[in-house]
């Protein structure tokens, strides 16, 4: 369900994970979410399929993946990749850290 009086700005931004070695960034533009790969340079349109506070769950437009970003601070999240119903694959929880 998405809380419209939610604000997830906070998530806009570059963030790096040390554990996966590489950079994510969010950026939002409308209702729609571009995750962008920066080490890899490929974009995913993803859509808030869920969130509350300490949670937003994307799903990708063209795939259905989703992606699940639990909220530790404005400057820390954990996040965790989960293949869309009917396909095999999930990461582990890693963290990821806000770039300045």
């Known amino acids: 369900m998405i809380?419209?009086?939610?604000?997830?700005?906070?998530?806009?931004?570059?963030?790096?994970?040390?554990?996966?070695e590489t950079s994510y960034s969010f950026s939002k533009n409308d209702d729609e979410w571009i995750m962008t790969d920066e080490d890899?340079?490929?974009?995913?349109?993803?859509?808030?399929?869920?969130?509350?506070e300490n949670q937003i769950i994307f799903a990708s437009v063209k795939?259905?993946?989703?992606?699940?970003?639990?909220?530790?601070?404005?400057?820390e999240m954990k996040f965790q990749q989960v293949a869309k119903k009917g396909m095999?694959?999930?990461?582990?929880?890693?963290?990821?850290?806000?770039?300045?």
Not at 63 to 75: D, F, L, M, Q
């Open 40 to 52: 890899l340079g490929f974009n995913k349109n993803i859509i808030i399929e869920s969130e509350d």
């Open 63 to 75: 795939n259905g993946t989703r992606y699940i970003i639990e909220k530790v601070s404005n400057k």
């Open 88 to 100: 095999l694959g999930m990461t582990n929880i890693v963290t990821f850290t806000k770039k300045k």
């Open 3 to 20: 809380n419209k009086n939610i604000n997830s700005n906070w998530l806009i931004g570059s963030w790096y994970c040390q554990e996966w």
